[in-house]
């Protein structure tokens, strides 16, 4: 994960998180969190924990990512304070995003478009949720989920400030080009 993490530094990502599903015992994950903010913040790049702004207030994060069955923004921003990343999940029905935002969420991610190896169990999203999602809310909005080279270009099309990618980088043979080439393709 490390070689990894390093590869996609360098081929330009702005933001890591430490996303665990429950491979790590609680040491493991503080001590991979540990490393990761190491080298993202040789390179500036913030590092953020998904699910537990428990874990991301003891090894130092930037921030966290929150979905539906994790402590609210409000918690979290408690737990790191006003100047922590804080992100959350929505689910594309009305009132999320304003629900977020009173909470303290500093950005939206949104998802999957696409199938995604990551979330088997969801089902894949009409890309109108996202164009009603980025119409009702000034905040950034990332979209999630089955993120390719082949498709992050469309996402960034209706609108969304970035992506987030996991396997598309995570099983490459060459991450640091993945990652690339997903930012070019982004960039398009």
Do not use: W
């Amino acid at each position: 994960m490390v070689d990894i993490v390093h590869a996609a530094l360098d081929g330009g990502v702005s933001l890591v998180q430490f996303r665990d599903k429950g491979q790590y015992t609680a040491v493991e994950r503080e001590e991979a969190c540990r490393i990761l903010i190491g080298l993202c913040h040789d390179r500036n790049v913030p590092l953020i924990v998904n699910d537990d702004p428990q874990l991301a207030r003891r090894v130092g994060a930037d921030g966290v990512h929150l979905g539906r069955e994790d402590p609210s923004p409000r918690i979290a921003r408690a737990l790191l304070g006003p100047d922590a990343l804080v992100g959350v999940t929505v689910y594309g029905k009305a009132g999320e995003e304003a629900s977020a935002e009173v909470a303290g969420a500093d950005y939206l991610g949104i998802g999957p478009f696409f199938p995604s190896v990551t979330k088997p169990e969801e089902p894949e999203m009409p890309l109108h949720i996202l164009d009603a999602v980025l119409h009702r809310t000034p905040l950034p909005v990332f979209a999630i989920g089955g993120i390719t080279v082949e498709n992050a270009g469309q996402l960034a099309r209706h609108g969304v400030a970035g992506v987030a990618v996991v396997s598309a980088i995570m099983d490459a043979e060459d991450p640091e080009r993945a990652t690339q080439l997903i930012r070019q393709a982004f960039r398009r």
